[in-house]
């Protein structure tokens, strides 16, 4: 794209407009990875099995707020003895994780208490996110031209003059400018979370961490000449 050359006849003013806010989250993913360690294959993959389906039922009884469920890795490999040579077999070591998104963070506290209550099972999370369709980001980004137009007219206003017409309006970083990033979200906070005795635990208290949006666009505008 060919850009047009400020002359005296239309003198051109470039300005960087940012947008930022802090909403608050709108999913909560958590990570659960099942166990199962044993001597005998056959007995592992079961245990594995029925330890798995426990924290599938336990996860979709939750209805609704739940957004997605997805299992992300399954492995089960044998476990050698540290002693003596060949290929002795110590043990068989099994796992399988999954990723769970969930919308109502009311419930999310109690369901990673009982699922870190169950045998050989942890929980990373939560990591709080917004959906990639968030109307967050539409309004970081009309944020970011309020404050683009209003910097262009400070300038032309402290030369005595105004604004004639916008000739670009580019996402920093496209369009031939030099700027950084179009819109991101930030803040994820990972807890761990380890079942390690019997016996029903308290719900969790979970406050859920606001999510900072930024856009940046880069605009380009005529000036009526100004009278210096």
Partial sequence: MTQEHATPGAPQVTVRGEGRLE?????????????????????????LTRRNARVI?????QGETV???ETGRFSISPELGRRGRGERVHAFVGRVRMT??????TLLGELVTRLADLELTSVDGPWWELRPDSPAYAEARRLAVTEAVQRA????????????SLLELADAGLGGSEMSMPPVFAGARRVAYVAEQAGEAPPLDLEPQRQTVTAEVVARFTMVPPAL
């Avoid at 769970?100 to 963070?105: H, N, P, Q």
């Avoid at 007219?153 to 004639?164: K, V």
């Fill in 23 to 47: 909403v608050d989250p709108e999913l909560a993913r958590i990570w659960v990875t099942v166990s199962a360690r044993g001597t005998d294959r056959s007995a592992t993959l079961a245990d």
């Fill in 57 to 61: 039922d336990l996860v979709k009884a």
């Fill in 67 to 69: 957004e997605k469920l």
């Fill in 100 to 105: 769970a998104e969930l919308t109502d963070f």
């Fill in 153 to 164: 007219r400070a300038y032309a206003s402290a030369l005595g003059t105004s604004l004639a």
